[in-house]
């Protein structure tokens, strides 16, 4: 799902009961990941395919290409994301 936060992008998903956040645009051609899949614990781009880490956004077929992460914590029904 993407969700908009201080004028960014950013998208957000949900699997094994973990919530995770991350920059929505994939590094390859800015596809838009939250309109994407979540398989496991990757998020796979709706454009061409490639995959990033829920956790850490590093992209399958390269771990030092990273999407930024960033920190999510659940208050209630809330989902509280940390961006600088």
Same mark, same amino acid.
């Given at each position: 799902?993407?969700? !908009?936060?201080?004028?960014? !992008?950013?998208?957000?998903?949900? &699997?094994?009961?973990? +919530?995770?956040?991350?920059?929505?645009?994939?590094?390859?051609?800015?596809?838009?990941?939250?309109?994407?899949?979540?398989? &496991?614990?990757? /998020?796979?781009?709706?454009?061409?395919?490639?995959?990033?880490?829920?956790?850490?956004? &590093?992209?399958?077929?390269?771990? &030092?290409?990273?999407?930024? !992460? #960033?920190? +999510?914590? /659940?208050?209630?029904?809330? !989902?509280?994301? #940390?961006?600088?």
């Amino acid at each position: 799902m993407e969700m !908009v936060l201080n004028g960014r !992008v950013i998208c957000v998903a949900k &699997a094994g009961g973990k +919530v995770s956040a991350m920059d929505n645009v994939c590094l390859h051609r800015g596809g838009p990941l939250g309109q994407g899949v979540v398989e &496991a614990d990757k /998020i796979i781009c709706p454009w061409h395919g490639w995959t990033f880490d829920r956790q850490t956004g &590093a992209a399958s077929h390269d771990t &030092a290409t990273r999407v930024p !992460v #960033y920190p +999510v914590t /659940i208050e209630g029904d809330d !989902v509280m994301i #940390y961006i600088d």
